[in-house]
């Protein structure tokens, strides 16, 4: 019989579904980008103080989450990450609804709160995502996807924001009579995003597996319903005739003898295996905080700090009113001020093309560049060239061409844009192989969170500070500098890491191949016919272990062999 060659595959299936689940959120968060400084000035607040409470706002977001985080992820490790996930999904759905009709900053601050306590998706989802692939060499597209997901929301969040925010005057033939989008003008944005949550929850209840080794085997409703509702969209012939060649879990456990090769009782190793599962043991933080961890989590703090800043404050300073430049008003290098003057429809169109810009090249390059060149050289790159455009992007209102301007602030948001897109998935992948086990991945995943929350708190809120000090000083580039010297910083850390060899290899957790076409394991050959499946499915499994060494790494249907 002819031996069949190993080839791990990405679980896509169950990844798109993850994606689906977490298509909402970045939609939700960039849509407010573009009316934010409109919606602030709704509210009363002078001119000069908008960057310093939009700053405000974002930073009470993400003090919330940090508070939360390891609390949401202490909570999936123990019921599950699906429940989890589904109700950071709802609890963010009916907050956002709430926040686009907020009537005054205390409202809005409170709500923009509640939204970060509410939801600590962000670090599990990247749980999952480890837990569902675990070899090394398809982390690197697989960890991409979810930043991928995030671009894609941020095309769609800012065309949202900025053509449906104010709908009574931006869309008079449809909402100008509106009694209700007159007196809420930022609401129909989050209503709309809101029909994006339902359609993220729905999907997630119904298609998405658990990944949490002790709850995986316990009975799904939602999956149940869902398996239901595929069948009666499927045509019955021939699914019955996809199960007689389909090669899965289920057909190795239905199909493989009650007694193993060593003579062990398959159901005695499942009740055993059963009964340790049923007690999960809660790993100790020094298992947690290992000295790579540790400079992990500090240069991903750093990472969310300064990228989340920048992202909050830019759109103040496109929208601040431009000045004339004059001896009398500007002394280079520091002395000079002005924005570009534009509304919130322009602001959403310019986060638009960045979205796409991100996109791109997060489906294009990232992949490959990790391939090539390796996570860390990556990563080390990438934070040596935020410096260099926080440093030179606020130049960009000096030059009195119109077009040529808006291509030097477009060059400066792209290279920043690469910078950002390649280097988060890094950092993630970086602080995963860090970890000892697959045991601390939820935990560790709260911690990040919590740490990048404290970042992304106090970088849009120093940020607001200084650009509103920069204002009143006529030093408009003093947010950019100081988060020049920010990333400097936060870039010395980097060169203390090592890359590690991953969770895998310090734990035995494995994940479950999904169903259909979704195997762990990829034949070369055609499947055999019916008679001939558990046959060659052992032989396969005896040669795998045959030819692999004792620290080389192999998925299986029936978990990873080491």
Known sequence: MATKSYRPKLPVQQLAILAVARFAEPLAMTSVYPYLPEMIASFGVPKKDIAKWAGATSAVFSVAQSITAVPWGRASDKFGRKPVIMSGLLCTMTLFIIWGMSTSLKMAIIVRGLQGACNGNVGIIRTMVAEMVQERELQPKAFSIMP????????????????????????????????????????????????????????????????????????????????????????????????????????????????????????????????????????????????????????????????????????????????????????????????????????????????????????????????????????????????????????????????????????????????????FPCSTILLTNSAASLSILGTLNGFATTFSALGRASGPALAGLSFSWGVKNNMIGAPWWILGLIAAVGALPVWMITEGDGPTAGSSDSSDAEDGDEDAIVFDEEEEEEDGLTGSADASHSAGLAQTGPKDTCSTNYGTVR
């Open 148 to 423: 991928l997901v995030w671009s894609i929301g941020s095309v769609f969040g800012p065309a949202f924001g900025g053509l449906f925010a104010k709908p009574a005057q931006q869309l008079p033939g449809l909402f100008g009579d509106s009694y209700f989008f007159k007196k809420f003008p930022f609401a129909l944005p989050n209503l709309l995003a809101g029909i994006v949550f339902l359609v993220s929850v729905t999907t997630a209840a119904l298609f998405l597996k658990e990944t949490l080794q002790s709850k995986r085997h316990s009975r799904d409703w939602g999956l149940i319903l869902g398996q239901r509702i595929k069948e009666a969209f499927k045509d019955q012939p021939f699914r019955r005739q996809q199960k007689l060649r389909r090669y899965s879990l289920q057909d190795a456990e239905a199909s493989a003898p009650l007694l193993q090769a060593d003579g062990t009782s398959k159901s005695a190793t499942i009740t055993r295996k059963g009964t340790r599962l049923e007690k999960p043991i809660t790993p100790s933080m020094s298992v947690v905080f290992t000295r790579q961890t540790v400079i992990n989590l500090v240069s991903y703090t750093f990472l969310a700090l300064h990228s989340v800043a920048f992202d909050q404050v830019l759109p103040v300073f496109l929208n601040y009113p431009p000045e004339e430049h004059t001896p009398e008003t500007t002394s280079l290098p520091f002395f000079f001020s002005g924005g570009f003057g534009l509304n919130s429809g322009r602001i959403g169109t310019i986060f638009t093309l960045y979205g796409i810009t991100c996109g791109a090249i997060q489906f294009v390059l990232f992949p490959p560049l990790c391939k090539r060149y390796g996570v860390l050289t990556c990563f080390r790159v990438c934070v040596l060239t935020f410096p260099v455009v926080y440093f030179v992007l606020p130049f960009t209102v000096l030059i009195e061409d119109l077009h040529l301007r808006y291509a030097a602030l477009l060059a400066a948001m792209i290279t920043k844009a690469f910078a950002v897109i390649v280097g």
